[in-house]
């Protein structure tokens, strides 16, 4: 009877259903862990589960994260920029996607202003604002960022004083919610005085910002292009939008006058083995409770929402989206040269503060590149510095990231640095060298920086053409290189439209 038992149960175990991996979300407000519950309880049937973690501000989940007390949260550009940061480390996994952005990752950053009110950026100083918070991408880092660069605010760095009293001294008054060590910059903001100025208080984010400025309690507002009319769009001409060239323009204008465009918000999370469920999670989540779904609970928003308390929760309002980040991205990589330069000025730490404009920093791959490069800097008399990586993929990292400037690339990673946002800006002339008259035009020397990829086989080998290749042995430059690997296969996808090249 005891061995029937022992096997009845060692039969249930074998068949018995693998635990359920789990992934936790950190909160930051009983609203959010309220649609997380509603958001674990929906997804009850999946094969990823979800808790929830509720903290008190976005920096204790970041900490929380990091010491493995939770998993995610979907994080500002501001704020991902500080959870990038050691000791925290965390890394972008999936980014929102906005209504009207043609599917991009980014937004604008705004100033919104009452219609007949007449100043312009020209006359911010001793105005009133309205901020989404303290470190916020569109709401202070991108404003006061360019106000900074403008040397309308004027700021000698951290040892003089803190850039907190320097847009104190530069505005009247205004909320910035986050803001507590000046007095000035919690004055505009509503509700309890111990509480009106966290960031959870009725006037941050971008609603709070922009009610902030309905409310008459800001001259201006800085927050996303999409804000007036998420908060009142039978009123959009009642307001405007302040340029950096001094006019004014429609709420509707905003891809001609923003201050900036923006990274989107983030899911942010430890670089470990957890960023695959967690993909799966959101990517089923969004499957089910997504835009256009029949469902009755939303994922993203929905927009239009009254309670500021209610906006935003776990994601923007404004997403229709998630898109999964290549893993290869890093914080600094996400936000970008120019917005990661940007939040670095705030810190008066602004990337290769003192180099020198006029030297050009090539990225040499391996150390013989290195070893030419060296040589090329010693005759350029240092016009010509030398950063080394140990791949191609590397150099094109550390250009995305400001860490050098330039690289000469086959075409297939010209095709990669070009996805990347890298822009070639001269070619290769195999040509013309020792030619005379006008084949030394500048003319004939862009038409010949190009060459011919070709097919090289043995001449004893005769029955060979490019029509019985099948079968055949092949050697290759490398995999993604344009003569060696890009030409010939796509010739060959094109003839068989098959891309099992083993076959």
Known sequence: TSLRLFLVLSTALCFAAPPKTNIRWCTISSAEQNKCHNLRDHMQAEAVALTCLQKATYLDCIKAISNNEADSITLDGGQV????????????????????????????????????????????????????????SAGWNIPIGVLLHRGDIKWDGKDSASIEQAVA????????????????????????????????APYSGYSGAFHCLQDGKGDVAFVKHTTVQENAPDKKDEYELLCLDGSRQPVDSYKT?????????????????????????????????????????????PPGKKDPALKDLLFKDSAIQLKRIPSLMDSQLYLGFEYY??????????????????????????????????????????????TVADNTKDCIIKIMKGEADAISLDGGFVYTAGVC??????????????????????????????YFAVAVVKKSDSDITWNNLQGKKSCHTAVGRTAGWNIPMGLIHNKTGNCNFGE
């Open 81 to 136: 920029f500080e959870a990038g940061l050691a000791p925290y480390k965390l890394k972008p996994i999936a980014a929102e996607v906005y209504e009207h952005s043609g599917g991009s990752t980014n937004y604008y950053a705004v100033a919104v202003v009452k219609k007949g009110t007449g100043f312009t950026i020209n006359e911010l100083q001793g105005k009133t604002s309205c901020h989404t918070g303290l470190g916020r």
């Open 169 to 200: 001294n530069f505005f009247s008054a205004s909320c910035v919610p986050g803001a507590t060590t000046e007095q000035k910059l919690c004055r505009q903001c509503k509700g309890d005085p111990k509480t009106k100025c966290s960031r959870t």
């Open 257 to 301: 006058c923003h201050w900036a465009r923006v990274p989107a918000h983030a899911v942010m999370a430890r670089d470990d083995n957890k960023v695959d469920d967690i993909w799966a999670f959101l990517s089923r989540a969004q499957e089910k409770f997504g835009v256009d779904t029949t469902s009755t609970f939303h994922l993203f928003g």
């Open 341 to 386: 330069g940007a939040i670095q000025s705030l810190q008066k730490d602004q990337l290769n503060s003192n180099r020198r404009e006029n030297k050009t920093r090539w990225c040499a791959v391996g150390k013989n590149e290195k070893s030419k490069c060296d040589l090329w800097s010693v005759v350029s008399n240092g016009e010509v510095e030398c």
């Open 421 to 450: 946002g890298l822009v070639p800006v001269m070619g290769e002339s195999y040509e013309g060298k020792h030619s005379s008259g006008s084949l030394n035009s500048p003319l004939f020397y862009l038409l010949t920086a190009s």
